[in-house]
């Protein structure tokens, strides 16, 4: 066992120092931007594909390339017992939490659910260090939301009920994602790779049914591949690659931009045109992103670990959907 760890970590090497060349914001910007890129093509995908269906297409293929390229069977056949629950819970809330996303998605412009889904790690940050800074992340916060939101209650209730949903899996995600990248037992992205065995099925069961008319289709195939790469296996790489060499202060501050990146490829990609009040909602959102502080970043020093995409932002785990 030794002397296949030694072979696989002298065959990682070579990436990781041609990764060292490439500054790491400039993976942070490819992660961004397919964060919501995928997302926006699967939306375009919706007038082909249901949503759930559109979701099962982004987690199965996401799967098949994670297993093709890091087999995770072989971590997961050496893991404890409660590893291998972590990682299979992990799993489940990726399934969920995709498919309430997309269907999310259908309903309200991408930057609005975006902003939404910001809103736990924002409390929860303010949950672990009660200072005065988090509570005016957390005032800003809520007050960008419910900018957002207001008006959408009135048209699209149900989109505004699955964002809160998928916000709510997202903060659960947080804090297994968290779990995880600290499991002893799981190296890299390898956890990462088992979740995503795990949601396939899981995926399956909640919307499998609704992409069995389109599996003889070659282009809503592919596309869904095309979903599936660009926003689960792409952005993942560009995480590990960014949090490397980037502190969590300024992985942080960068990642407050995102909901602003969200609602840009919104108007580009899918001519969603933000009103006065939804401009206004997402820069509060922003604002509140770049101010909150975690536990780690007002004084405490976190145990040594290696960053992974199951925990992008080191102990803040930020991740969207």
Do not use: K
Request: proline share 7%.
């Amino acid at each position: 066992m030794f002397r296949r760890s030694v072979r696989r970590d002298n065959q990682d090497m070579p990436t990781a120092s041609r990764s060292n060349t490439i500054p790491p914001q400039v993976y942070f910007v490819g992660s961004a931007v397919f964060h919501y890129l995928g997302p926006a093509f699967a939306v375009l995908l919706f007038a082909r594909v249901a949503p759930l269906g559109v979701a099962w297409l982004r987690i199965v293929s996401a799967a098949v390339v994670f297993a093709l390229w890091r087999r995770p069977w072989r971590t997961l056949r050496l893991a404890d017992r409660a590893t291998v629950q972590l990682i299979a819970g992990l799993g489940v809330v990726l399934a969920v939490m995709n498919s309430c996303f997309y269907e999310a998605i259908a309903r309200l412009p991408l930057g609005t659910v975006s902003a939404i889904e910001f809103l736990p790690v924002i409390v929860l940050a303010a949950m672990g260090v009660r200072s005065p800074r988090n509570g005016l992340a957390l005032a800003l916060a809520v007050a960008g939301v419910y900018a957002l939101v207001a008006v959408q209650l009135h048209g699209e209730p149900l989109g505004v009920a699955l964002a809160f949903a998928n916000a709510g899996l997202f903060a659960l995600y947080i804090v297994l994602a968290h779990r995880v990248s600290r499991a002893s037992r799981v190296p890299g992205i390898d956890g990462l790779a088992g979740a995503m065995l795990f949601a396939a099925p899981v995926t399956t069961a909640i919307g499998g049914w609704v992409v069995l008319p389109h599996l003889l289709d070659p282009v809503a195939i592919g596309a869904g591949v095309g979903v599936g790469v660009t926003s689960s296996v792409i952005p993942y790489v560009c995480d590990q690659l960014a949090m490397v060499r980037l502190s969590r202060a300024t992985y942080s501050l960068m990642v407050s931009l995102l909901p602003a990146t969200a609602t840009v490829i919104g108007i580009v990609v899918l001519a969603q045109i933000p009103a006065a009040r939804q401009v206004l909602g997402v820069a509060l959102v922003v604002a509140a992103v770049a101010l909150h502080r975690d536990r780690a970043q007002a004084g405490a020093t976190p145990p040594t670990r290696a960053r992974t995409p199951a925990d992008p932002a080191g102990d803040t785990a930020l991740r969207f959907g």
